[in-house]
């Protein structure tokens, strides 16, 4: 049974677009959602993440949105550059349960 | 770099084996997580250790195990190896395993079982 659903699978944008990832749980004992970005050949990192009593939280050019009620969150990523290129997994916490990742490509 | 290291990088070996990866946690963490990486299957985690105690377990077969060394390091243990287990293997690392602590990912070491 697959704890987060995350889509699309796959992105491509043009630099300066704003992708979107969206992830959706179902267990509401999750009380910590991050999101991390991994380069092919690392480990993923911690990109950002958020506790369900906000409603939206932002760093730099990526914000997370977070909807408790409907059981969804989403990474968005403002003027996107080519190095944003990645795959990008969305998380819940509570037990460590991660999206099936969407590979981001943003062409020049 | 993260600060967590594992080895080997590579690792092939044949159905039918047992296979041991090492994990060293960032300094000053306490909690490791073992995790595996498939392609169709994303980032499935396997167990968590805090402080040499198992904190949580989750898909785990049983044919896997693991341990967390009083010096903190971590080994995953797989055994009865079959082709399904080709994949890469993190582990990553936290101050305190509570939940909100940032976990550090290792490299990963890449599994291959022909």
């Known amino acids: 049974q697959q704890q987060v659903k995350q889509s699309p699978q796959s992105l491509i944008v043009q630099k300066g677009g704003i992708p979107i990832i969206n992830c959706a749980y179902e267990n509401t004992a999750f009380d910590y959602f991050p999101w991390y970005q991994q380069f092919p050949g690392k480990g993923p990192a911690l990109l950002i993440a958020?506790?369900?009593?906000?409603s939206e939280k932002k760093e730099g050019r990526f914000t997370i949105s977070f909807n408790k009620s409907a059981k969804q969150f989403s990474l968005h990523i403002m003027d996107s550059q080519p190095g944003d290129s990645a795959t990008y997994f969305c998380a819940a916490w509570g037990k460590s349960t991660f999206g099936d990742g969407t590979t981001l490509t943003v062409k020049p | 770099d993260s600060g967590v290291t594992q080895t080997p990088k590579h690792l092939i070996t044949a159905t039918g084996q047992r296979v041991t990866l090492r994990c060293s946690p960032r300094?000053?963490?306490?909690?490791v997580y073992w995790y595996q990486q498939s392609l169709d299957q994303g980032l499935q985690f396997l167990i968590q250790?805090?402080?040499?105690?198992?904190?949580a377990k989750g898909n785990i077969l049983e044919r896997f195990s693991a341990q967390q060394f009083p010096d903190l390091h971590s080994e995953l243990n797989l055994s009865s190896l079959e082709l399904g287990d080709s994949a890469l293997y993190f582990c990553a690392s936290s101050v305190s395993g509570r939940v909100g602590n940032e976990q550090f990912f290792g490299p990963g070491t890449r599994l291959t079982v022909l």
């Open positions: 958020i506790r369900p009593d906000v």
């Open positions: 250790y805090y402080n040499g105690e198992e904190r």
């Open positions: 300094s000053g963490d306490l909690s």
